[in-house]
């Protein structure tokens, strides 16, 4: 079963897991975008990783992970939310080396930032932390070790059709639980291959990886990606532009056409609707962008 995460426990300890599989959410994802290899593969671990970690709070809104850097790939940038949706794009000048690691391509001064945004209007938290261990399952673990959050480990992959990841956390200690469970689980994880964590479904990647253990899953929750873009979002952004910047554009294209970075999806205004754009303003409102 695909586009799923899965949350399991090992009974009798303090550990607990995730497991996701994106197909056609991956697929949805490059769909308009023609990434290099190395590029794509950065952007489907991202992927895979923000619904792991999104999967594990007890939160409403939306977790967005960036990984931004002055390297040959500049910038990827993920949000999930908590009902299971998830987009994703990134940005690269010049070739982008297939052989290196994180850092390698994101440069030395990379970084990754995490925010979560809560539905409820509550408070936004934001985390940074650098590219260390060159990978992006190395840079959030860093991240969870420096904000003294639960010992987590994350396992990632993506290629072409597919993205994947696994996630175990240690929760806080409680009596009568099996002492040496993390480091046992986290030894059989460390087993797993890109593979595996690629083609095995659920149930059986974590059969072969903890077939000796007490496991319970429960049942999947399914992914989708899913764009927030609207015709009503470009619209205001263009108001925000001002009247004289879009009737620049018109002048020159004969309309106005904008496509969203996340999806591919083109929204065109032409002279009509342009001045519909401006009709509802207040003279307040002015015609004229204030820079």
């Known amino acids: ?73 500049s910038l990827v940038v993920v949000q999930a939310s908590s009902e299971r949706t ?29 925010t979560l945004e809560p539905a409820d209007e509550g408070q936004t938290y934001q985390g ?45 200690d409680q009596e009568n639980q099996d002492p040496d469970a993390w480091d046992r689980t986290v030894h059989l994880a460390s087993t797993l291959t890109n593979r595996e964590l690629l083609g095995l479904p659920a149930n059986d990647l974590l059969y072969r990886l903890f077939h000796e253990e007490e496991v319970r899953v429960f049942d999947p929750e399914y992914v989708n990606f899913r764009c927030s873009c609207s015709r009503e979002k470009v619209a205001g952004m263009l108001r925000g532009l001002g009247r004289q910047e879009v009737q620049e554009t018109l002048d020159q294209e004969g309309e106005v056409r904008v496509s969203c970075d996340f999806c591919g999806k083109a929204y065109v205004f032409d002279a009509v609707d342009a001045e519909q754009l401006f009709a509802r303003m207040s003279p307040a409102d002015g015609s004229d962008t204030t820079h």
Do not use: C
């Open 128 to 172: 940074i932390v650098g590219l260390e261990g060159g990978s992006v399952a190395s840079a959030l673990e860093e991240y969870f070790v420096r904000s003294e959050q639960l010992p987590t480990r994350i396992w990632l992959a993506a290629d072409d059709s597919h993205a994947g990841g696994l996630l175990l956390q240690r929760m806080p």
């Open 86 to 114: 998830v987009r994703g794009l990134a940005r690269w000048h010049g070739p982008v080396p297939a052989d290196g690691d994180l850092q390698e391509r994101m440069g030395e001064n990379g970084y990754l930032v995490l």
């Open 1 to 73: 079963m695909h586009d799923t995460l899965n949350r399991f426990l090992f009974d009798n300890t303090n550990v607990r897991g995730r497991h996701v599989d994106l197909d056609a959410t991956w697929k949805a994802a490059l769909e308009n975008t023609d990434y290099p290899a190395p590029v794509r593969d950065v952007l489907g671990e991202l992927m895979a990783a923000s619904v792991l970690l999104i999967g594990t709070l007890k939160f409403r809104g939306t977790l967005k992970v960036e990984a931004r850097g002055d390297g040959p790939l």
